[in-house]
DNA sequence: CAATGGTGAGTGGATACTCACTCATTTCTA
DNA sequence: TAGAAATGAGTGAGTATCCACTCACCATTG
């Protein structure tokens, strides 16, 4: 599948962060991620994973004490390495590149972080469903991920609106319109397996007609 | 709570319609739902079901065999009863007035149906929570959605393209960006407990511009 | 040998589900 | 109509199973 490459490349950065993850650890955390995708986090047993990953039971408990933790393991590289960079690098490239339409603007969004979302679509689809029902989650999360985009992106909306290529709505119902219609996007295509190709520039249109300014009055 | 009068007509309606269902079990039910729209479906206990039905728990099982079949009952008069009558009055409506503009349209869709969900946010809770998780459910769910959107909504989406007040873009598109709009707003509202009244009239805003037809070339 | 990673049988607790029984209401019968 | 019988909702202690987690032991490497 072609979501592995990026899955991989996101633990890999844990491992050379923490110093070495053992082989074996690795091949847990790669069964862990994938069950709780397919199945839930609550679904699965410690012993499918150990199955999965081809491992002994105990295995898993090796390293990581509860299978809380486990959850934790396979989230956190994603908050905490992932997507800071993913807000911070599209941040600056807009900042480099002096998009000074909004056309620029959602067409990148729309290309090339829903790209990445739908190369990350297991760890987003755990986290997603995990984030509606565990609350000490969803809090943490939020808590990380809100000022991340309002000290990145909205600035740029900001400037945006300044020269009249945004309405002058608040930046979190801008930031929803475009977060909902991509996750939705996301969500379908995690289930049809459409690539994004087929889908971006009616989805670029859409955004650039609905964030369109109001003519001004 | 705002919503227990709607769950609360949602089961009366299964109630009326299958004979009678004794006062403890409704309480089963009732307490099944906000257990499972907590907490999630794999993380309530039967005990916790009994104890806040005020109930022993041999009752839980008395109708219900499984769990799962108790899941399945406080999702069925949502998909079976609810969802019908909410897409098909709908229609009617819409047909009934003659809406020629999608601005009644979107108006229509968000201040009616948008209310109306949030009304029934328990149940829009486990269900798309429980549909990302289990395939069987999911199925089960499409078949019967996706031809009655099908069959209600496309007929006025291509009627209104007729009159250049639609994109020429394939129904299923514009079903999304209504829908995704919608539901991550419904998502969010369901944590911030905001009222829709004070961000309808910028979703409609936002659909109607983003759903504007291009200037025919 | 020390240290670290790996093993898998075993354990305690939780949980979905059962069943023999009670009790109230309804229906049958003399 | 009094009493007997049947019905079925409700009960809660009990059970079989499952599952997260442990631990005593083994293997490999430096």
Redesign the pocket.
């Known amino acids: 599948m072609a979501t592995e490459m990026s899955i991989q490349a996101a633990f890999q950065e844990v491992m050379a962060a923490s110093g ?1 993850i ?4 690795q091949q847990v955390l790669t069964a862990s991620l994938a069950l709780f995708a397919e199945q839930g986090f ?1 679904n ?5 994973i ?1 199955e999965r990953a ?10 990581y ?6 959850l934790a393991a396979v989230l956190a590289p994603f908050t905490t390495e992932v997507l800071p960079k993913l807000v911070k690098e599209f941040a600056a490239k807009v900042v480099r590149q002096k998009y000074t339409t909004r056309h620029a603007l959602i067409t990148a969004v729309i290309t090339d972080r829903l790209a990445f979302l739908q190369d990350n679509s297991q760890v987003m689809r755990v986290l997603v469903t995990e984030l509606l029902v565990r609350t000490d989650l969803r809090e943490q999360f939020l808590a990380r991920a809100v000022p991340m985009v309002q000290a990145n992106l909205y600035p740029i909306l900001d400037q945006l609106k300044a020269v009249q290529e945004l309405p002058d709505w608040p930046n979190d119902r801008i930031a929803q319109f475009m977060i909902g219609t991509m996750v939705s996007q996301f969500i379908r295509s995690s289930f049809t397996a459409e690539p994004v190709a087929t889908v971006g520039p009616l989805m670029i249109q859409f955004l650039e007609q609905g964030l369109a300014p109001e003519p001004t009055a």
């Open positions: 070495e053992p082989p074996k650890q609550a699965t047993t410690t012993k499918q150990a081809g491992v002994a039971e105990g295995t898993v408990y090796r390293r004490k509860t299978k809380d933790e486990l």
